[in-house]
C-alpha cells in the first residue's frame, strides 16, 4: 500500500511515522511539503497519534500521545463516527483541550479527525503503522475505502513491483556494472563493512565517480565514498535524488 500525499488534503498517522522511518519517508516528506505554504491553493492538515515521538509527530498540526494498544480502539472509534457521518462544524469549545481528561481527548480527537475525513472524501489518507496487527491493517484500508480513498490517495499493489518502474538489481551484478554509474546513494549503514567477503564492493565505488553515502558515522564506507552525509541534521527529498 502506498500513498499520495500530494493530493492529501487531511492525513491521519495512527503510529506510522510516515516521513521519518517509512520506507518512503523521502517521496513522502516532499509531497507533504507541496502544500505547507500558506500561499498556496490549499493547506494540508495532519494530525498524529502515536505511541513514541516520530519525525511525523514533530511535522503534526495536532499531536496526542497515545499508547500502542490503544490504536484499534482508536481506529474503531474512529470507524463509527465515519459510519455515523456527522461533521462538526468548527467552534470554539467551552472547555480548552490541555483541561480535558485522557478519555475526553480522544473523544474530541476522534470527533475531529472524522469531520475533517469527511469533508475531504477521495481527498485524505488514514495510515496505521506497519507494526500493528492485521485487525488494525484491514481496519485502516476499511475506513480509506469507505471515504473513496482506495485509487486515490490510497494505491494497493498486489505485486510490489508495480509500485515504481525502477527495477532492482543483485548486488553481484551491481558490481559487476560499476563502471556504467556515473552517481550511486548509499542508505544503507556501513555496507562495506557487512557485505559478504566475496563481493569487492570496495573495487566497484572506486569505478563510480561520485559517491555519497549518508551515515551517521565516517565509517569504512564514508573512506570510499565522495562525500559522507551526516543522517542527523540532514532531511532528502525526491529533487536530491536525480
Given at each position: ?130 507494526h500493528?496487527s ?34 532492482g538489481?543483485?548486488l ?44 551517521h ?21 525526491s529533487?536530491?535524488?536525480?
Amino acid at each position: 500500500m502506498v500513498y499520495d500525499l500530494n493530493q492529501a488534503k487531511v492525513i491521519v498517522a495512527l503510529d506510522s511515522d510516515l516521513l521519518g522511518s517509512d520506507p518512503n519517508a523521502v517521496q513522502y516528506s516532499r509531497q507533504y511539503a507541496n502544500h505547507r505554504d500558506p500561499s498556496g491553493d490549499w493547506v494540508n492538515r495532519l494530525y498524529v497519534a502515536e505511541s513514541q515521538y516520530s519525525v511525523t509527530g514533530t511535522a503534526a498540526d495536532f499531536r496526542l500521545a497515545i499508547q500502542a494498544s490503544q490504536v484499534e480502539y482508536l481506529l474503531k472509534m474512529i470507524e463509527n463516527a465515519i459510519d455515523a457521518g456527522t461533521v462538526h462544524p468548527d467552534k470554539e469549545e467551552d472547555k480548552t483541550f490541555e483541561k480535558l481528561d485522557t478519555v475526553e481527548k480522544i473523544d474530541r480527537l476522534v470527533q475531529c479527525i472524522a469531520s475533517d475525513l469527511l469533508s475531504n472524501k477521495g481527498e485524505a489518507v488514514l495510515a496505521v503503522g506497519s507494526h500493528h496487527s492485521l485487525a488494525a491493517q484491514v481496519a485502516a484500508v476499511r475506513i480509506n475505502s469507505k471515504l473513496g480513498n482506495i485509487g486515490k490517495t490510497v494505491k494497493i499493489y498486489e505485486n510490489p513491483e508495480d509500485i515504481t518502474p525502477v527495477k532492482g538489481i543483485k548486488l553481484d551484478d551491481f558490481v559487476y556494472d560499476a563502471g556504467k554509474y556515473n552517481r550511486l546513494w548509499i542508505l544503507a549503514p556501513n555496507p562495506i563493512a557487512t557485505v559478504a567477503g566475496d563481493v569487492d564492493l570496495r573495487g566497484a565505488l572506486k569505478q563510480i565517480p561520485e559517491v555519497v553515502y549518508l551515515s551517521h558515522y565516517d565509517d569504512e564506507t564514508g573512506h570510499h565514498s565522495n562525500w559522507t552525509v551526516d543522517r542527523k541534521s540532514t532531511r532528502l527529498n525526491s529533487s536530491h535524488l536525480v
